[in-house]
């Protein structure tokens, strides 16, 4: 021994040891979560054409307010703001979309954290 010892290479940050591709499949699932969200809100607030005869499409199902047959309570109620948009799936979309986005927070800010 010539009593030299190699010091351990500094990491920056993010960067790991790994030789494998392991945030694909974060990253994958950050994507699908984020299409899924951008689907489900440009559905929602379309308002329009989600019911065809005795089938309602999920994200308005059950609808509270609406002026399809379905429709629990009535055509939209009068308390609404006129400035705000309506569509009966804002009455509903928000639990599934607040489940979901607990379900993956994790993943979410893991993702954010390590891509910046």
């Known amino acids: 021994m010539n009593g030299t010892a190699a010091l351990p290479r500094k990491n920056s940050f993010g960067e790991t040891m790994r030789a494998d591709l392991w945030w694909t499949q974060p990253l994958l699932v950050f994507l699908g979560l984020s299409t899924f969200i951008v689907y489900s809100t440009w ?7 989600y019911y065809f005869g005795n089938y309602i499409s999920p994200f308005y199902s059950p609808e509270i307010f609406g002026n399809s047959p379905h429709s629990w309570f009535g055509p939209k109620p009068s308390w609404w703001p006129s400035w705000l948009l309506f569509s009966p799936a804002l009455f509903i979309l928000w639990a599934p ?8 927070c994790k993943t979410c800010i893991a993702i954010f954290f390590i891509l910046r």
């Open 43 to 49: 559905a929602a607030f379309q308002g329009t054409h």
């Open 97 to 104: 979309g607040g489940f979901r986005l607990t379900c993956y």
